[in-house]
C-alpha cells in the first residue's frame, strides 16, 4: 500500500501552479494518471521517486516512510528503487543496449527474459543513436524492470509505441509484475491505450 | 580510461630522460661576465673535470633571487656592495673576494665618431641611448655617474633606454634599436668575428672604480667544487682569461 | 641546441594537465551542479589566471613560498622543500595558472548533459560516484579531450610566471619558453629560433587537432 500526500509549486505557463495530490495506490495495482498538460504529472512521479523534493509531502511504502517534510527525513533515489521510464527514456549514449541491462543486473537469464519480452535480442550491441523511437522506448521499459522494482513509474512510456507492438509488449511487462507484485502508476494521454489494463484512474490537474 | 594511459607512459619518458646536474655548479655571474664565463669554464673543466652552468642575470636581480632562496653556488657580482650585502645578511661565510675591474665603454653599432661623445649625445644625431638599469647593474650606475659628471645626465634623460641588465643593452646595441649604449669592455671580445662595433673607453676617471666581488652561498651543496672555482678565479689561469676580455687584474 | 629545455617543457605540461585531470574532473562536477554564492566565488577564483597578468600570479607566489618568510620558511626548516626556483614550484604554478583551461570546457560539458542521465542512474540505484563515472564522463570524453590538449598547450607557452617563480635555472626551471628568453639576452639568436619554432610547432598541431577534432563534432572547442 502506498500513501501520498504532496504539495508543490510548479512554474507553469500559466504562471505559478500549485500541484496538491492526495492518494493511496493498493500494492500490486496498475493506476492511470491522466490530466492536462503542464498539469504536474511527469513532477508527480519524480517527487514519489526521490527527485525532486515538494514543499509539503508525506509517503509512504507499506511501513516504511520514504519522504516526511516536517520530520525532514527523505529517502535518496538510490534508496527507494523506483523503476521509472522517463517521457524523454534517459538513455546512456556510451552504452549499448546489452551494457543498459547489465549496468542493473548481472542476472543474464533474467536480462534474456527482458530482452525476450521486448523484442530486442538482435539489438543488444546497438546504441542508442542507432535504434529507431520504438526501440528506445523499449529498452527504457526494459532498463527500469530490470532492478525488479516493487514500484514501478511510467511517463508515457508506451508513447512511440504502434498498436501491434503493445499487444506483444504489454503481457510480457503484465507477466513480470504480477510475481514481483509491482505497484504500476502509468501517465498516459491516450485515453485507450491502457484500457482493460488499469483497474482505476486518477486525474492530475494543478490550480 | 582511454586518456590517461598515453600521458602516463609520456611522464614516465620523460622522467627518465632528463640527466641529473647534481654534480654541476651553479655559478650565478653577473651579465657583464656572460662572454669570459664561458671561456672560464672551459678552462676550469679541463683543469679539474668539474663543470660550471652559469646563469647570467643583473647583479641585482641575481642578488634577490638568492635572497629568495634560488638555489646558486656561488655569485659573481659586478660590484661589491651586493655580495656585501648578503655576506652581512648570512648568505655567506666570508667577505667577497675582488676577482676583476671591470671598465664602462660607450659603443655602437654605426660608425659615428666617438671622439667628443659628451657633445654628440647632446646632438639631435642620437635619438636613443641604452644604460643598464643603476638599481641593479652595477656598470649602469657607473654609467650614470659618468654622466652626471659631465654635466650632460638631466639634458639626455628623456632619450635613455633602461635595460635589465647588460645582456639587454648588449642586445639593444648590436640589433641597433639604439643608437648608442653605456656597456662592458668585455663585449667587444664577446662579439669579435660576429658582429661590428663602434666604441670607445670612457673615462675610468670620471665613475668610481667597478670592482667585482664575488662569494660562495653558504645554502651551497657543492662546497668543495664551489671552493675549487672561487680558488680558481684568483689564480694566473684565470686573470689570464679575464685581461683578455680586458678587466683589470 | 641543448634539448634540456624541450624535455622539461613537455614534462611540465604532461605533470601539469595529468594532475588537472585528477583534481579538476571532481572539481568540475561540483562546480556543475547548482549555483550556491560559495561556488560562484570560487569558480571567478579559479578563472582569474584567465585575466590576471601572469606576473602578477608569479609575484603572489613568489612572496607566499619564499623561505624567507611566512609557508615557505616552515616548508623550508621541517620538509627542506622550496617552491621557489624549482620545479616543483613551477608544477603548482602551473595548476594554477592553467586550471581554468582544464575544469571550464569539463564543467560546461557537464551542464549540457540533461538532468535525466544521472536521475535515471540514481532510480536504478547507482551512487552519485558511480554514475559520475559510469555515465556522465564517458559521456563528455570529447570535451574531456579538448581540455587536456588545451591545459597542456598552455602550459607550454607559460612565461611570465615561471620566470616570477621559477628564476632561470638551467636543467631545472629553465624550460623552452624561458630559453628563448635567455637566448636572445645571449645575443645566441640561432638557438632562440630553434626553440621558438619547435614551441610553434608543437602549439600549432595541438590546436589544429582541437579544431579539427571538434569540426567533427560540431561544438566550440573553447565552450
Same mark, same amino acid.
Given at each position: 500500500?502506498?500513501?501520498?500526500?504532496?504539495?508543490?509549486?510548479?512554474?507553469?505557463?500559466?504562471?505559478?501552479?500549485?500541484?496538491?495530490?492526495?492518494?493511496?495506490?493498493?500494492?500490486?495495482?496498475?493506476?492511470?494518471?491522466?490530466?492536462?498538460?503542464?498539469?504536474?504529472?511527469?513532477?508527480?512521479?519524480?517527487?514519489?521517486?526521490?527527485?525532486?523534493?515538494?514543499?509539503?509531502?508525506?509517503?509512504?511504502?507499506?511501513?516504511?516512510?520514504?519522504?516526511?517534510?516536517?520530520?525532514?527525513?527523505?529517502?535518496?533515489?538510490?534508496?527507494?528503487?523506483?523503476?521509472?521510464?522517463?517521457?524523454?527514456?534517459?538513455?546512456?549514449?556510451?552504452?549499448?543496449?546489452?551494457?543498459?541491462?547489465?549496468?542493473?543486473?548481472?542476472?543474464?537469464?533474467?536480462?534474456?527474459?527482458?530482452?525476450?519480452?521486448?523484442?530486442?535480442?538482435?539489438?543488444?550491441?546497438?546504441?542508442?543513436?542507432?535504434?529507431?523511437?520504438?526501440?528506445?522506448?523499449?529498452?527504457?521499459?526494459?532498463?527500469?524492470?530490470?532492478?525488479?522494482?516493487?514500484?514501478?513509474?511510467?511517463?508515457?512510456?508506451?508513447?512511440?509505441?504502434?498498436?501491434?507492438?503493445?499487444?506483444?509488449?504489454?503481457?510480457?511487462?503484465?507477466?513480470?509484475?504480477?510475481?514481483?507484485?509491482?505497484?504500476?502508476?502509468?501517465?498516459?494521454?491516450?485515453?485507450?491505450?491502457?484500457?482493460?489494463?488499469?483497474?482505476?484512474?486518477?486525474?492530475?490537474?494543478?490550480? | 580510461?582511454?586518456?590517461?594511459?598515453?600521458?602516463?607512459?609520456?611522464?614516465?619518458?620523460? #622522467?627518465?630522460?632528463? !640527466?641529473?646536474?647534481?654534480?654541476?655548479?651553479? /655559478?650565478?655571474?653577473?651579465? @657583464? $661576465?656572460?662572454?669570459? +664565463? &664561458?671561456?672560464?669554464?672551459?678552462? #676550469?673543466?679541463?683543469? !679539474?673535470?668539474?663543470?660550471?652552468?652559469?646563469? /647570467?642575470?643583473?647583479?641585482? @636581480? $641575481?642578488?634577490?633571487? +638568492? &635572497?629568495?632562496?634560488?638555489?646558486?653556488?656561488?655569485?659573481?657580482?659586478?660590484?661589491?656592495?651586493?655580495?656585501?650585502?648578503?655576506?652581512?645578511?648570512?648568505?655567506?661565510?666570508?667577505?667577497?673576494?675582488?676577482?676583476?675591474?671591470?671598465?664602462?665603454?660607450?659603443?655602437?653599432?654605426?660608425?659615428?665618431?666617438?671622439?667628443?661623445?659628451?657633445?654628440?649625445?647632446?646632438?639631435?644625431?642620437?635619438?636613443?641611448?641604452?644604460?643598464?638599469?643603476?638599481?641593479?647593474?652595477?656598470?649602469?650606475?657607473?654609467?650614470?655617474?659618468?654622466?652626471?659628471?659631465?654635466?650632460?645626465?638631466?639634458?639626455?634623460?628623456?632619450?635613455?633606454?633602461?635595460?635589465?641588465?647588460?645582456?639587454?643593452?648588449?642586445?639593444?646595441?648590436?640589433?641597433?634599436?639604439?643608437?648608442?649604449?653605456?656597456?662592458?669592455?668585455?663585449?667587444?671580445?664577446?662579439?669579435?668575428?660576429?658582429?661590428?662595433?663602434?666604441?670607445?673607453?670612457?673615462?675610468?676617471?670620471?665613475?668610481?672604480?667597478?670592482?667585482?666581488?664575488?662569494?660562495?652561498?653558504?645554502?651551497?651543496?657543492?662546497?668543495?667544487?664551489?671552493e675549487k672555482f672561487y680558488e680558481y678565479m684568483l689564480s694566473p689561469a684565470a686573470k689570464r682569461i679575464l685581461k683578455e676580455y680586458g678587466y683589470g687584474v | 641546441m641543448d634539448l634540456t629545455p624541450i624535455w622539461l617543457t613537455l614534462k611540465l605540461a604532461a605533470i601539469t594537465t595529468m594532475i588537472l585531470l585528477i583534481v579538476g574532473l571532481p572539481l568540475a562536477y561540483?562546480?556543475?551542479?547548482?549555483?550556491?554564492?560559495?561556488?560562484?566565488?570560487?569558480?571567478?577564483?579559479?578563472?582569474?589566471?584567465?585575466?590576471?597578468?601572469?606576473?602578477?600570479?608569479?609575484?603572489?607566489?613568489?612572496?607566499?613560498?619564499?623561505?624567507?618568510?611566512?609557508?615557505?620558511?616552515?616548508?623550508?626548516?621541517?620538509?627542506?622543500?622550496?617552491?621557489?626556483?624549482?620545479?616543483?614550484?613551477?608544477?603548482?604554478?602551473?595548476?594554477?595558472?592553467?586550471?581554468?583551461?582544464?575544469i571550464g570546457p569539463i564543467k560546461s560539458a557537464l551542464q549540457q548533459l540533461p538532468l535525466s542521465l544521472s536521475q535515471a542512474s540514481y532510480t536504478l540505484g547507482k551512487s552519485e560516484r558511480e554514475t559520475f563515472i559510469k555515465v556522465l564522463l564517458p559521456n563528455i570524453r570529447a570535451s574531456m579531450l579538448t581540455a587536456a590538449i588545451l591545459t597542456f598547450a598552455h602550459?607550454?607557452?607559460?612565461?611570465?610566471?615561471?620566470?616570477?617563480?621559477?628564476?632561470?635555472?638551467?636543467?631545472?626551471?629553465?624550460?623552452?619558453?624561458?630559453?628563448?628568453?635567455?637566448?636572445?639576452?645571449?645575443?645566441?639568436?640561432?638557438?632562440?629560433?630553434?626553440?621558438?619554432?619547435?614551441?610553434?610547432?608543437?602549439?600549432?598541431?595541438?590546436?589544429?587537432?582541437?579544431?579539427?577534432?571538434?569540426k567533427y563534432k560540431a561544438k566550440s572547442p573553447l565552450e
Amino acid at each position: 500500500m502506498i500513501s501520498i500526500d504532496i504539495e508543490k509549486k510548479l512554474k507553469a505557463y500559466r504562471g505559478e501552479q500549485v500541484l496538491k495530490i492526495e492518494a493511496q495506490f493498493e500494492t500490486g495495482s496498475i493506476t492511470k494518471i491522466y490530466g492536462p498538460s503542464g498539469a504536474g504529472k511527469s513532477t508527480f512521479l519524480k517527487i514519489i521517486a526521490g527527485l525532486i523534493e515538494p514543499e509539503y509531502g508525506k509517503i509512504s511504502v507499506d511501513d516504511a516512510v520514504w519522504l516526511d517534510t516536517v520530520l525532514k527525513t527523505s529517502l535518496s533515489p538510490q534508496k527507494r528503487k523506483v523503476g521509472f521510464v522517463f517521457q524523454n527514456y534517459a538513455l546512456f549514449p556510451n552504452m549499448t543496449v546489452q551494457q543498459h541491462l547489465e549496468y542493473v543486473s548481472d542476472d543474464a537469464q533474467w536480462t534474456n527474459r527482458l530482452l525476450t519480452i521486448g523484442k530486442l535480442e538482435t539489438f543488444t550491441s546497438h546504441k542508442p543513436e542507432y535504434l529507431s523511437g520504438g526501440q528506445q522506448q523499449r529498452l527504457a521499459i526494459l532498463r527500469a524492470m530490470a532492478i525488479r522494482p516493487k514500484l514501478m513509474l511510467m511517463d508515457e512510456p508506451f508513447s512511440a509505441l504502434d498498436p501491434k507492438m503493445k499487444s506483444e509488449l504489454i503481457p510480457g511487462l503484465k507477466s513480470i509484475w504480477d510475481e514481483l507484485g509491482t505497484t504500476v502508476l502509468i501517465v498516459s494521454h491516450n485515453p485507450q491505450e491502457l484500457e482493460g489494463l488499469t483497474a482505476r484512474e486518477i486525474y492530475v490537474e494543478s490550480q | 580510461m582511454k586518456i590517461k594511459i598515453p600521458f602516463i607512459i609520456a611522464v614516465f619518458f620523460l #622522467f627518465a630522460s632528463i !640527466t641529473s646536474f647534481a654534480q654541476e655548479l651553479k /655559478v650565478a655571474v653577473a651579465a @657583464n $661576465l656572460q662572454g669570459v +664565463i &664561458k671561456a672560464l669554464g672551459k678552462d #676550469f673543466k679541463q683543469k !679539474t673535470g668539474i663543470d660550471i652552468q652559469p646563469i /647570467v642575470g643583473s647583479s641585482g @636581480n $641575481l642578488s634577490t633571487q +638568492i &635572497k629568495n632562496g634560488a638555489p646558486f653556488d656561488l655569485f659573481l657580482s659586478a660590484d661589491m656592495s651586493f655580495p656585501e650585502s648578503l655576506a652581512k645578511e648570512g648568505f655567506s661565510t666570508k667577505e667577497p673576494g675582488v676577482y676583476a675591474y671591470g671598465s664602462l665603454i660607450i659603443c655602437s653599432s654605426q660608425n659615428i665618431g666617438f671622439e667628443n661623445w659628451e657633445r654628440l649625445l647632446l646632438s639631435g644625431r642620437i635619438k636613443k641611448i641604452a644604460i643598464a638599469n643603476p638599481a641593479i647593474a652595477p656598470y649602469g650606475k657607473a654609467a650614470e655617474e659618468s654622466l652626471k659628471l659631465k654635466g650632460i645626465l638631466d639634458d639626455i634623460q628623456s632619450k635613455i633606454v633602461t635595460g635589465e641588465s647588460i645582456s639587454q643593452v648588449n642586445t639593444y646595441i648590436t640589433t641597433g634599436t639604439v643608437d648608442v649604449g653605456f656597456t662592458t669592455r668585455a663585449l667587444v671580445k664577446d662579439i669579435e668575428g660576429k658582429t661590428t662595433i663602434y666604441w670607445k673607453e670612457i673615462d675610468p676617471k670620471s665613475y668610481a672604480p667597478i670592482k667585482q666581488g664575488m662569494i660562495i652561498l653558504k645554502q651551497s651543496k657543492e662546497t668543495a667544487s664551489a671552493e675549487k672555482f672561487y680558488e680558481y678565479m684568483l689564480s694566473p689561469a684565470a686573470k689570464r682569461i679575464l685581461k683578455e676580455y680586458g678587466y683589470g687584474v | 641546441m641543448d634539448l634540456t629545455p624541450i624535455w622539461l617543457t613537455l614534462k611540465l605540461a604532461a605533470i601539469t594537465t595529468m594532475i588537472l585531470l585528477i583534481v579538476g574532473l571532481p572539481l568540475a562536477y561540483w562546480l556543475s551542479k547548482g549555483r550556491s554564492i560559495a561556488k560562484i566565488i570560487l569558480e571567478a577564483i579559479i578563472t582569474m589566471p584567465l585575466v590576471l597578468p601572469p606576473s602578477v600570479l608569479g609575484f603572489y607566489l613568489l612572496m607566499a613560498f619564499s623561505p624567507k618568510h611566512g609557508i615557505g620558511e616552515w616548508l623550508h626548516n621541517t620538509f627542506d622543500i622550496q617552491f621557489v626556483f624549482s620545479f616543483k614550484g613551477l608544477v603548482l604554478a602551473s595548476v594554477i595558472y592553467s586550471m581554468p583551461f582544464m575544469i571550464g570546457p569539463i564543467k560546461s560539458a557537464l551542464q549540457q548533459l540533461p538532468l535525466s542521465l544521472s536521475q535515471a542512474s540514481y532510480t536504478l540505484g547507482k551512487s552519485e560516484r558511480e554514475t559520475f563515472i559510469k555515465v556522465l564522463l564517458p559521456n563528455i570524453r570529447a570535451s574531456m579531450l579538448t581540455a587536456a590538449i588545451l591545459t597542456f598547450a598552455h602550459t607550454l607557452g607559460e612565461f611570465g610566471v615561471v620566470l616570477m617563480i621559477g628564476g632561470n635555472i638551467p636543467g631545472v626551471t629553465r624550460v623552452a619558453s624561458i630559453a628563448v628568453y635567455d637566448s636572445v639576452e645571449n645575443m645566441d639568436y640561432a638557438s632562440a629560433n630553434a626553440y621558438s619554432l619547435t614551441l610553434f610547432c608543437i602549439t600549432f598541431i595541438m590546436v589544429i587537432s582541437v579544431f579539427v577534432f571538434n569540426k567533427y563534432k560540431a561544438k566550440s572547442p573553447l565552450e
